[in-house]
């Protein structure tokens, strides 16, 4: 597993035969009094950059599941 800290990238080219990725996202609960809700999304890109599909809260899978959205815990 990688963890990255701000502002911290890591190359997902081809070499590094990646076949699968999990992303998660979250933070330490600050000062605040208020629900925070966050919101992840995807924007899937074919070989020419072009936008082919956008997978967020109301549309959650696509490629038949290859990219899915698990939802949040709120």
Do not use: R
């Not at 330490?28 to 950059?49: F, I, M, N, R, Y």
């Not at 082919?52 to 038949?64: E, L």
Request: charged share 25%; net charge negative; glycine share 10%.
């Amino acid at each position: 597993m990688i963890k990255l800290q701000k502002a911290e990238t890591i190359s997902l080219v081809k070499d590094h035969k990646l076949t699968t990725a999990a992303f998660g996202l979250g933070w330490k609960p600050g000062v605040l009094t208020v629900k925070v809700d966050l919101d992840a999304s995807c924007l899937a890109l074919d070989a020419e950059s072009k936008g082919v599909d956008f997978i967020f809260y109301n549309h959650k899978t696509s490629f038949g599941g290859a990219i899915s959205l698990d939802g949040d815990d709120l």
